[in-house]
């Protein structure tokens, strides 16, 4: 709720009590001018031409009245804007601000769901609630006063009766609101198992069981109804005696005005009836209120869900605003630590890599492997420790400086929705088409291209047509033959990828070595032999390193990694 | 078809609730006309000093009146909700049923093209097809035609007035606003999914968007979308606010329109002045229930547009052919090639082999070579356009799909699994005891009968939804094995396990087994190497390693990884 509140602005609610201030002089003007043509029509049997006037009044207070409330609807469809448009983007900030999280991506859909589903539930809080709270807060007063000072006895009436509702509608949405969330769950519950059997339906045919599911979905289907209308009819019984309470205090204000009139003659024609025209506006106001109150509410549990995400710790990476890299760099890690939800992924790991050296990390599934890949790429933060650049601290060189010069090939390259020249040219989304095809080309790309209607523009990614696992590798690597990178990270893929792209992805990585620092998870025997120097993590410490030889003599990790030790690869 | 008369057939099967609530709904507008007519009428006599026995008739008529508006109320909304949710249930099993008759070529199209969860969001929001687009405009006319025709009794002119304004409210304002909005932003929806996939790129790709410094862009880009997207729903809010105010002003202007030709009349001697109070309250309260038909023109749009994207998807094609006669024995495919559809790429290209019956068969490949499009085309579950496939020398084209299914074991990387529990998703009538027993050769022995299963399955890891899979097919007695990467998500000695009682029990069967694993090769008797869509090599796995072809590299890679 109080994150809801913190995206109104002051000016609009004080606007939206102006609006709301005339409006219930509106409410009232009209009243009295309606009374008084029909007095002086009915009883003062007054010419037209003598309630010409007033009519022409009533018809401009009546389009005043239009007018005022059609601004205080669009104060709070502004309201709902500006507020949906800031939350979003704070949402947007926020999640960017976490790297950890972001690297983990088991969350990622869930994200989208609160940035555009929560955030648009957030809606009726400010274009429905908060212009009804200003409005119930200044109408009902109003009348309530003006009630007051005509005819004493129907403001007490009104005063008496009008409690009633507030305390009928809590009673019941005490007993609703338990009810209607554990609907709610139901509700997304029954729509899962209509999609599951939907999707499963080949499943199904190919058991020849879709005959029975038809008869489970009718059965489901009849107690998603009764239960629904269980909660429904708590929500109808509410409005019944609301009605009945307003229905029952205007009868009794009519009869109470029908006695002062008849009976005791204390009380005027024009009174009488001024007070029975307002008397419906006072509780249609407090019906409006209860219904905002209703849509409000879902606002405000989305409120209280997204007020969590912002809640949530944020970890960005840290940089500073140095410059200088020389190419390619020479990196030291010095007792580089890192840890994901209290667990240790990599504890205290030192160690050094030479400028334009080839470097391979080993060691069993688990051991953290690509984790250090993404430390030492800057993309996670860590926390003891420090990486150092040549003879700068990581954390101090200048964001963009640092990443223009590294690649990183990841095992599942992500495919953005865009062309493929878009892909390739990511990190320079004006380079000339030439240099992004050549980069293609030698990635292995230009058959595919080639045999593209629209070549190159063809749109891939989500909603465009799909890659195989081969084509995204390449398309990674072409990325980075664009950017001729001086540090390149590389996890290296395990199988299911075909012949040609094998071949291709150790010559291209030799390609783009000659004038870069690489280092690779490495899986291939061929690519371990090959490296200057091998880094054996195991449970992520760094247990070993060296050369091949070196490591074959000394690290029985190392030889049980390889099969040396009796560990036969089949 | 049209979509919304496909959906109407549905709500008419509740045509008693239907009746119902329209009478109710009746009942409760002319009550609330009723009471506040009375109550003017009531003041007036009261102030000419009438008797008070009269007045304690109005008076208790009014009483009535109050809880006669209230009471229908509650019926009405009562009922109309049943109603609804009785048509959704129709809506829903009349969607199943049809998607039944689908081929299921074009299911499996729905299904990877997310139309199906569009499809269960379009059935929830059709709920307001009764609700808000059908029943207001029948029951405003209702209770406008008793009312006009009461006005006219005492009125002409009044009456006429009246008719002017109720075209107004029910006809012209809504027509006119449905047509504004069809002439400026159809397209919120897809400013929200051009949002999402922004949202989505961001995300899932954060990684590559922060090493290629691509993110301040990726924000500025999301920024404008966002603000697009903001604006749009803000103008259809505005516009679907004008229509609200507008309609209000119309029953305003409508009362104030009864006055003035009631003061007219009255001073030219022509309407008794005593009613004029009365017909000023009748037409402001008569007016209060056109109100939902600001929200008609939005509601009829995307109702209209949920039911005919229901019904436009699910028209059937016709299924047709012969009913297989005997177990499939001899499968060929003759010179296949196959494109999805939408796709420019073939699949497969020149696809030929053949499987021998009782042979055990296995086609390997990189992902994206064609091995499960092999596998689709054989169960029908896609067409084949060009080339030929034969079962026992019958053309596939002329056999139907569910006789191929009859007498198959068929385990795909996308079987679904559904809510409920364990039994329920062995998909099977067998007793417990034969269950169980499939469980244990699934190497599911950890798992009950009656432990539960969510939505999709989502409780389950990848390799036990995989061994659930096989525990399916065990519980069948069919002949021909078709198994899609099976045992990917297992560890090797539960696959190999696993994979053992398999064999065991199709050991007389023919088994064709789709696999990007290159280990226990030898024990197959045919193996099929795809590349791209084409098969590259066949024959068994002594010839084809003596070959030192496509399947002796990849041996030799497989060889040199750890």
Known sequence: MSLLKSY??????????????????????????????????????????????????????????????????????????????????????????????????????????????????????????????????????????????????????????????????????????????????????????????????????????????????????????????????????????????????????????????????????????????????????????????????????????????????????????????????????????????????????????????????????????????????????????????????????????????????????????????????????????????????????????????????????????????????????????????????????????????????????????????????????????????????????????????????????????????????? | MNGLQAVITQLMKEKRDVLISILFGFIAGIAAVGLFSASGYLISQAALGVPIYALTIVIATVKLLGFTRAGSRYVERLISHRATFSMLKHIRVHFFDRLQQLSPARLQRLKSGDLLSRAVNDVESLQNVFLRVIYPPIVLVLIFFATILFTAYFSVWMAIWLIIGLSLSLVILPALFAWLQSATDESTAEQASALTAEATDMLYGYQDLTIHQNMQARQDAFADLNDDYENAIARSRVRELVHQVLDGWVGFAMAWGVLAIGSYLSAAGQFDAVLLAMFMLLTLTVFENTSPMAAFPQYFRDNKQAADRLYTLDQPDEAGGNTLQTPITHIDFDHVTFTYPGEERATLHNVSLSVEPGSKTAIIGASGSGKTTVLQLLLKLEHVESGSIQLNGESIHTIQADSIWDVSNVVMQEDAFFQGTIRDNLLSDASDESLNEALRLAALDSFTLDDPVYEKGDNLSGGEKQRLALARVFLRDASLWLLDEPTSSLDRVTAERVLHHVYDRAQNDTLILVSHDLTGLDQFDQIIVMDHGEVVETGDYDSLMDKQGYLYQLKQIEAATL
Not at chain 1, 242 to 270: K, P, Q, Y
Not at chain 1, 278 to 294: N, Q, R, V
Not at chain 1, 328 to 352: C, E, G, Q, W
Not at chain 1, 462 to 481: H, N, P, V, Y
């Open chain 1, 8 to 570: 109104l602005s002051r000016h609009y609610i004080i606007q939206l009590a102006g609006v709301h201030l005339l409006l219930a002089t509106m409410i009232l003007l009209q009243a009295y001018v309606i009374v008084s043509i029909i007095d002086s029509v009915f009883l003062q049997d007054a010419g037209f031409l003598d309630v010409l006037v007033s009519l022409i009044g009533l018809l401009a207070i009546i389009s005043a009245r239009a007018v005022l409330t059609f601004t205080s609807g669009r104060i709070g469809i502004t309201l709902a804007k500006k507020a949906k448009t800031s939350m979003r983007s704070h949402l947007l900030q926020h999640y960017t601000n976490q790297p950890i999280e972001l690297a983990a991506q088991g969350r990622s859909g869930e994200k989208i769901a609160t940035l555009l589903n929560t955030v648009d539930q957030t809606d009726a809080y400010y274009r429905e609630y908060i212009p009804q709270m200003v409005r119930a807060s200044v109408v009902p007063l109003a009348i309530l006063i003006m009630m007051a000072i005509y005819n004493w006895p129907s403001a007490l009436i009104v005063l008496i009766t009008a409690p009633f509702i507030p305390i009928f509608m809590a009673i019941i949405g005490l007993k609703t609101r338990d009810k209607s969330e554990e609907q709610l769950n139901a509700l997304s519950n029954f729509s899962g198992q209509f999609l599951d059997s939907l999707q499963g339906l080949t499943t199904l045919s190919l058991f020849g069981r879709a005959q029975q599911e038809q008869t489970l979905i009718e059965k489901r289907s009849n107690q998603f109804r009764d239960a629904t209308l269980g909660v429904l009819k708590v929500a109808f019984t509410s409005a019944f005696m609301m009605e009945l309470i307003s229905m029952l205090s205007i009868g009794l204000i009519a009869l109470e005005l029908a006695v002062g009139l008849i009976i005791f003659d204390s009380i005027a024609f024009t009174t009488a009836f001024f007070i029975l025209l307002l008397a419906p506006e006072f509780y249609i106001a407090l019906k409006d209120l209860s219904s905002a109150f209703h849509a409000g509410r879902e606002s405000i549990t989305a409120g209280k869900s997204i007020e969590a995400v912002l809640d949530e710790s944020k970890h960005p990476v840290a940089w500073g605003q140095q410059t200088i890299v020389s190419v390619p760099p020479r990196m030291t890690l010095d007792h580089v630590s890192f840890a994901y939800d209290d667990v240790d992924i990599l504890k205290n790991i030192s160690a050094t890599i030479e400028a334009g050296q080839n470097i391979a990390v080993v060691g069993p599934s688990g051991a953290g492997k690509t984790t250090l890949l993404n430390v030492i790429a800057g993309l996670l933060p860590i926390q003891h420790g420090r990486i150092n650049v040549n003879s700068l601290k990581q954390h101090e060189l200048r964001e963009d400086v640092w990443f223009r010069q590294l690649s990183y090939i990841t095992q599942s390259p992500y495919i953005f929705s865009g062309s493929i020249y878009d892909n390739i040219a990511i990190s320079q989304p004006d380079a000339p088409v030439d240099d992004v095809y050549d980069a293609a080309k030698r990635a292995g790309l230009q058959s595919l291209i080639d045999s593209l209607d629209s070549g190159i523009e063809t749109v891939v990614g989500d909603g465009g047509r799909g890659l195989s696992g081969g084509e995204k590798q390449r398309l990674a690597l072409a990325r980075a033959f664009l950017k001729q990178p001086s540090l390149i990270l590389f996890d290296e893929p395990t199988t299911g990828l075909d012949l040609k792209t094998e071949q291709l992805l150790s010559q291209a990585i030799h390609d783009l070595s000659t004038n870069a620092t690489v280092i690779t998870v490495a899986h291939r025997i061929h690519t371990i032999q090959a490296a200057d120097q091998i880094i054996v993590l195991n449970d992520g410490e760094l247990i070993a390193s060296g050369t091949d030889a070196s490591l074959k003599h000394s690290s029985s990790a190392y030889r049980a990694l390889l099969g040396i030790d009796g560990g036969v690869n089949a």
